[in-house]
T-cell receptor
Framework: NAGVTQTPKFRILKIGQSMTLQCTQDMNHNYMYWYRQDPGMGLKLIYYSVGAGITDKGEVPNGYNVSRSTTEDFPLRLELAAPSQTSVYFC??????????FGPGTRLTVT | AQRVTQPEKLLSVFKGAPVELKCNYSYSGSPELFWYVQYSRQRLQLLLRHISRESIKGFTADLNKGETSFHLKKPFAQEEDSAMYYC????????????FGAGTRLFVKA
């Protein structure tokens, strides 16, 4: 199993551009999550999903959108990139509600 | 509100010395507590959880409900323990959503 994969690994965006961070898991997990990690801070939950077709906001959802059309995929969309969205983004999944399996992260810089 | 506090951003110890990474939490309900670890150039992974009461890589953590703490301990630190450690909480009124602490970077010196 590849586990949780994320693409791209790195990206530089200009202010106002849009992009989609991809996340795929091959463990048939129902729960999926997107976090951002800012320097010196813990992980902040952006959005989560409890199954295909079901998503909900986390702690810091503004400026982001998600969709969950399949069990495997949970893409995160940035519509109008802002410098405040410069961060490392982690996708995670879990079968039950507790132990989470993380992807390698995407380092995003908005200038 | 549920919160996880890791008071130390950096902890530096010598190889063979005991190590304790502190974690305090606030919650509503019955939380589950975890320690996650991120080694250099590796992804974040679960180290241990309080319900399993196990020792992983020599690390243990005891849930102290009276002090609302879940400190991570190891009697003899090894250089390969150098990593970023995150305390996390889920359950309670937050349900399955997990709250992470800011993390403590452990540096074990030779």
């Amino acid at each position: 199993n590849a586990g949780v994969t994320q693409t791209p690994k790195f990206r530089i965006l200009k202010i106002g551009q849009s992009m989609t961070l991809q996340c795929t898991q091959d463990m048939n997990h129902n729960y999926m999550y997107w976090y951002r990690q800012d320097p010196g801070m813990g992980l902040k939950l952006i959005y989560y999903s409890v199954g295909a077709g079901i998503t909900d906001k986390g702690e810091v959802p503004n400026g982001y959108n998600v969709s969950r059309s399949t069990t495997e995929d949970f893409p995160l969309r940035l519509e109008l990139a802002a410098p405040s969205q410069t961060s490392v983004y982690f996708c995670a999944s879990s079968y039950h509600s507790y132990e989470q399996y993380f992807g390698p992260g995407t380092r995003l810089t908005v200038t | 509100a549920q919160r996880v506090t890791q008071p130390e951003k950096l902890l530096s110890v010598f190889k063979g010395a005991p190590v304790e990474l502190k974690c305090n939490y606030s919650y509503s309900g019955s939380p589950e507590l975890f320690w996650y670890v991120q080694y250099s150039r590796q992804r974040l992974q679960l180290l241990l959880r309080h319900i399993s009461r196990e020792s992983i890589k020599g690390f243990t953590a005891d849930l102290n409900k009276g002090e609302t703490s879940f400190h991570l301990k190891k009697p003899f630190a090894q250089e390969e323990d150098s990593a970023m450690y995150y305390c996390a909480l889920s359950g309670g009124t937050g349900g399955f959503k997990t709250i992470f602490g800011a993390g403590t970077r452990l540096f074990v010196k030779a």
